[in-house]
């Protein structure tokens, strides 16, 4: 393999790849990148095994194609500390891959490029479009909810729900819920529900542009795919059941408390300060037109703020974790907020006003 | 009650009155719970391997436990207490304390009234007791080990200092092995030696128990007998035939651990706040590892326990308890889904 190309043209589908690579793995082929020539494109692959990218550049001039791994982080900050509008010589040499630019000269290691593992061969069975900000919204609004490294493996994740004309997105650690959903044109025929590893929805955030461009989502059986025109992600899928979060949507809250976002959330922040640091506790009493939030901690200082809010009906008292509150309202898009409550004991329904895109149901506390 | 299982045991069968016995496991790795007097003059003694009495003592009969039984007869023996005060506080089946401040039989006297208790047992059960009648728990429990078996020692309050002083810092409940032996480095024997050292001498060498030490020497202990100790936690354990390795440690074994401990938990039906394991490895080390968390999880126990190996990863594992905490911390997250805790 022996081409020319640009620093930009090589470090832009390189840093896209690397985010699935780990610098240090037991399997050395999996810290270094896959590259493959062909006589129109450069096509760059990295892998953890779980999570494959793959992005495409242009190359300057194609002396002889091929395939070879090296090290990913390398050759990534050897292109990034070159200055701008480097033409760059990527040489196949034997064992070692010669990067040559100006008066510098980097010779790398490498491993056959027939040892990178591939994910398992697989064929999507269905396919949607939508554009790349309506899979942003859908995951930004959602993936804070997620667990992380729960022993309900099922919860480190997110769970996507397709209908003919429906994506929804839905994640919880058993504590709170959020859920998004966004209305789609062909979609699917039958209703699918698949859950994406929390690492790869964290991935895709990172590698999503926010525009309308249209990106295709693949659905197989134990892996999903989006293809757009950077680059190519598949990931594989979590084997296991979602909980059902028609179950814990609360029913018969009716104490509906309507409010403007941001002062609410200034409260939550100035009183969380006194809470316990470990517990996050806040203790909220509604009365008629009035929501006073109150915090203590173990040193036995004490914070108390009184919102002005519209309500009207009984008075009760109730305890959350000031965070999962604050979480919530940091991802509603409206500026008023509709906050519906049962009792003491049961969940509250958290969306934005008159905004059905999204929906979050957060747990009370017992104080 | 002296040497409990053992006496009910040749209550139950006359045989044994006159042979060296022991109750508990009579297995390769069975531990003696109690062993009868002829028993003791071998070297036999409670918590010893049935290995080891088996070749201090040859003709040792090992008899398996029978726990119900022993359970009923201390029913029996707290019913009797009952008729003297409500004041008890049962430290296991076979030993409690009494407070009879408060009772009026034979002119208020301590002292006939255990004399009348002693009696009593051995009307009822034919099983002797031995009583420590003093002013606190501290001194009537010493006191109690002084006349055994089927006898009763006294001290009465201008005594106490007195009987405090003949004793050896070893009789003072609390002072274990590691103790005593912390006490002899600074040339520590006995509760004598402990009276020139002030109280912050004592707190700063042995914390809060060297607080405890200072009031033991003066005969001082504080502590009321109270009749409702509420449980802090609640366990269940089990030792395995073979030491095993920690892959071994299966979702099969952990059920059965998990329906013997939720038996349990039902009773006590109490907000639990913390999550406990314990191994105890092939060297009879013992490690634990609690995690605070408001309900029962089983998997998390199973991970912990897994945590809980890897400290010691050469060793094999002898033993493996999993537990609740109740703690003071109210503040409880509640769950979404109904929690599968054993799913």
Same mark, same amino acid.
């Given at each position: 393999?022996?081409?020319?190309?640009?620093?930009?043209?090589?470090?832009?589908?390189?840093?896209?790849?690397?985010?699935?690579?780990?610098?240090?793995?037991?399997?050395?082929?999996?810290?270094?990148?896959?590259?493959?020539?062909?006589?129109?494109?450069?096509?760059?692959?990295?892998?953890?095994?779980?999570?494959?990218?793959?992005?495409?550049?242009?190359?300057?001039?194609?002396? %002889?194609?091929?395939?070879?791994?090296?090290?990913?982080?390398?050759?990534?900050?050897?292109?990034?500390?070159?200055?701008?509008?480097?033409?760059?010589?990527?040489?196949?040499?034997?064992?070692?891959?010669?990067?040559?630019?100006?008066?510098?000269?980097?010779?790398?290691?490498?491993?056959?490029?027939?040892?990178?593992?591939?994910?398992?061969?697989?064929?999507?069975?269905?396919?949607?479009?939508?554009?790349?900000?309506?899979?942003?919204?859908?995951?930004?609004?959602?993936?804070?909810?997620?667990?992380? %490294?729960?022993?309900?493996?099922?919860?480190?994740?997110?769970?996507?729900?397709?209908?003919?004309?429906?994506?929804?997105?839905?994640?919880?650690?058993?504590?709170?819920?959020?859920?998004?959903?966004?209305?789609?044109?062909?979609?699917?025929?039958? %209703?699918?529900?698949?859950?994406?590893?929390?690492?790869?929805?964290?991935?895709?955030?990172?590698?999503?542009?926010?525009?309308?461009?249209?990106?295709?989502?693949?659905?197989?059986?134990?892996?999903?795919?989006?293809?757009?025109?950077?680059?190519?992600?598949?990931?594989?899928?979590?084997?296991?059941?979602?909980?059902?979060?028609?179950?814990?949507?609360?029913?018969?809250?009716?104490?509906?408390?309507?409010?403007?976002?941001?002062?609410?959330?200034?409260?939550?922040?100035?009183?969380?300060?006194?809470?316990?640091?470990?517990?996050?506790?806040?203790?909220?009493?509604?009365?008629?037109?009035?929501?006073?939030?109150?915090?203590?901690?173990?040193?036995?200082?004490?914070?108390?703020?009184?919102?002005?809010?519209?309500?009207?009906?009984?008075?009760?008292?109730?305890?959350?974790?000031?965070?999962?509150?604050?979480?919530?309202?940091?991802?509603?898009?409206?500026?008023?907020?509709?906050?519906?409550?049962?009792?003491?004991?049961?969940?509250?329904?958290?969306?934005?006003?008159?905004?059905?895109?999204?929906?979050?149901?957060?747990?009370?506390?017992?104080? | 009650?002296?040497?409990?299982?053992?006496?009910?045991?040749?209550?139950?069968?006359?045989?044994?009155?006159?042979?060296?016995?022991?109750?508990?496991?009579?297995?390769?790795?069975?531990?003696?719970?109690?062993?009868?007097?002829?028993?003791?003059?071998?070297?036999?003694?409670?918590?010893?391997?049935?290995?080891?009495?088996?070749?201090?003592?040859?003709?040792?009969? *090992?008899?398996?436990?029978?726990?119900?039984?022993?359970?009923?007869?201390?029913?029996?023996?707290?019913?009797?207490?009952?008729?003297?005060?409500?004041?008890?506080?049962?430290?296991?089946?076979?030993?409690?304390?009494?407070?009879?401040?408060?009772?009026?039989?034979?002119?208020?006297?301590?002292?006939?009234?255990?004399?009348? *208790?002693?009696?009593?047992?051995?009307?009822?059960?034919?099983?002797?007791?031995?009583?420590?009648?003093?002013?606190?728990?501290?001194?009537?429990?010493?006191?109690?080990?002084?006349?055994?078996?089927?006898?009763?020692?006294?001290?009465?309050?201008?005594?106490?200092?007195?009987?405090?002083?003949?004793?050896?810092?070893?009789?003072?409940?609390?002072?274990?092995?590691?103790?005593?032996?912390?006490?002899?480095?600074?040339?520590?024997?006995?509760? *004598?030696?402990?009276?020139?050292?002030?109280?912050?001498?004592?707190?700063?060498?042995?914390?809060?128990?060297?607080?405890?030490?200072?009031?033991?020497?003066?005969? *001082?202990?504080?502590?009321?007998?109270?009749?409702?100790?509420?449980?802090?936690?609640?366990?269940?354990?089990?030792?395995?035939?073979?030491?095993?390795?920690?892959?071994?440690?299966?979702?099969?074994?952990?059920?059965?651990?998990?329906?013997?401990?939720?038996?349990?938990?039902?009773?006590?039906?109490?907000?639990?706040?913390?999550?406990?394991?314990?191994?105890?490895?092939?060297?009879?080390?013992?490690?634990?590892?609690?995690?605070?968390?408001?309900?029962?999880?089983?998997?998390?126990?199973?991970?912990?326990?897994?945590?809980?190996?890897?400290?010691?990863?050469?060793?094999?594992?002898?033993?493996?308890?999993?537990?609740?905490?109740?703690?003071?911390?109210?503040?409880?997250?509640?769950?979404?889904?109904?929690?599968?805790?054993?799913?």
């Amino acid at each position: 393999m022996h081409i020319i190309i640009s620093k930009e043209a090589l470090l832009r589908p390189l840093t896209l790849v690397s985010g699935a690579i780990e610098r240090k793995h037991t399997l050395p082929i999996l810290s270094n990148v896959l590259i493959e020539t062909s006589l129109e494109e450069v096509k760059f692959t990295g892998t953890d095994m779980e999570v494959e990218l793959v992005a495409s550049a242009v190359p300057g001039n194609v002396i %002889q194609a091929g395939a070879i791994t090296v090290p990913a982080k390398k050759l990534f900050d050897i292109c990034r500390s070159l200055p701008d509008n480097s033409e760059i010589e990527f040489k196949v040499d034997g064992h070692s891959a010669v990067v040559k630019s100006g008066k510098s000269k980097f010779s790398l290691s490498t491993l056959p490029a027939s040892d990178y593992p591939n994910l398992e061969e697989w064929s999507s069975s269905e396919k949607i479009e939508l554009t790349r900000h309506a899979l942003r919204a859908l995951i930004e609004s959602t993936h804070f909810s997620m667990a992380n %490294q729960d022993v309900r493996y099922y919860l480190n994740g997110m769970s996507f729900e397709l209908e003919p004309n429906l994506i929804r997105t839905v994640s919880t650690d058993g504590h709170r819920l959020a859920l998004a959903q966004q209305p789609i044109v062909n979609g699917l025929t039958e %209703q699918r529900q698949v859950i994406v590893p929390r690492k790869a929805v964290l991935e895709i955030i990172r590698l999503l542009e926010d525009d309308d461009a249209v990106i295709q989502l693949h659905i197989g059986s134990n892996h999903i795919r989006i293809e757009e025109q950077n680059f190519i992600f598949t990931t594989k899928l979590v084997d296991g059941r979602f909980p059902d979060y028609r179950r814990v949507l609360p029913q018969g809250g009716d104490k509906t408390i309507v409010a403007d976002k941001s002062m609410l959330k200034e409260v939550f922040q100035r009183v969380s300060i006194l809470s316990n640091e470990k517990f996050k506790g806040v203790r909220l009493n509604l009365s008629n037109g009035e929501l006073l939030v109150s915090a203590n901690n173990p040193e036995q200082e004490q914070a108390e703020e009184s919102a002005i809010v519209d309500y009207t009906g009984d008075s009760l008292e109730i305890g959350f974790n000031v965070s999962y509150m604050i979480d919530v309202l940091n991802n509603i898009k409206t500026d008023t907020v509709k906050i519906m409550l049962a009792d003491s004991n049961s969940s509250a329904l958290i969306e934005g006003y008159d905004d059905g895109s999204s929906l979050y149901v957060v747990m009370p506390m017992k104080l | 009650m002296d040497c409990y299982y053992a006496a009910v045991e040749m209550r139950e069968n006359p045989e044994l009155k006159n042979v060296p016995i022991a109750v508990g496991g009579d297995t390769e790795r069975g531990v003696l719970c109690t062993s009868n007097y002829l028993a003791r003059q071998y070297g036999v003694r409670s918590a010893m391997s049935s290995r080891k009495a088996k070749l201090l003592c040859p003709e040792l009969q *090992i008899i398996p436990m029978q726990m119900s039984l022993y359970k009923s007869i201390s029913n029996q023996i707290r019913d009797i207490f009952r008729q003297y005060t409500d004041l008890i506080e049962p430290l296991s089946l076979d030993e409690a304390y009494l407070d009879v401040s408060d009772c009026s039989l034979f002119g208020g006297s301590a002292t006939l009234i255990a004399q009348d *208790i002693l009696n009593e047992i051995f009307k009822q059960t034919g099983l002797t007791a031995s009583a420590g009648v003093s002013v606190n728990k501290f001194i009537a429990k010493v006191a109690s080990d002084f006349n055994k078996p089927n006898g009763m020692c006294v001290v009465p309050p201008h005594k106490v200092i007195e009987f405090v002083q003949k004793l050896p810092v070893k009789a003072i409940p609390g002072v274990g092995k590691v103790m005593q032996q912390k006490l002899k480095d600074f040339g520590i024997e006995n509760c *004598i030696d402990l009276e020139p050292f002030t109280i912050t001498e004592l707190g700063q060498k042995f914390g809060k128990m060297g607080v405890s030490l200072f009031n033991r020497v003066r005969g *001082i202990d504080e502590r009321q007998v109270c009749n409702h100790r509420e449980a802090k936690t609640t366990s269940v354990e089990t030792t395995f035939e073979q030491d095993i390795k920690i892959e071994q440690v299966n979702a099969e074994l952990l059920d059965k651990l998990s329906i013997r401990l939720h038996a349990r938990l039902e009773k006590e039906n109490k907000p639990i706040t913390k999550l406990q394991v314990k191994l105890k490895f092939d060297d009879f080390i013992s490690k634990t590892k609690e995690t605070q968390h408001g309900h029962f999880n089983l998997d998390l126990c199973h991970e912990m326990l897994v945590e809980l190996a890897k400290q010691r990863p050469v060793h094999k594992i002898r033993l493996i308890g999993i537990g609740v905490g109740y703690g003071k911390e109210a503040i409880q997250q509640m769950q979404l889904f109904e929690q599968a805790s054993s799913a």
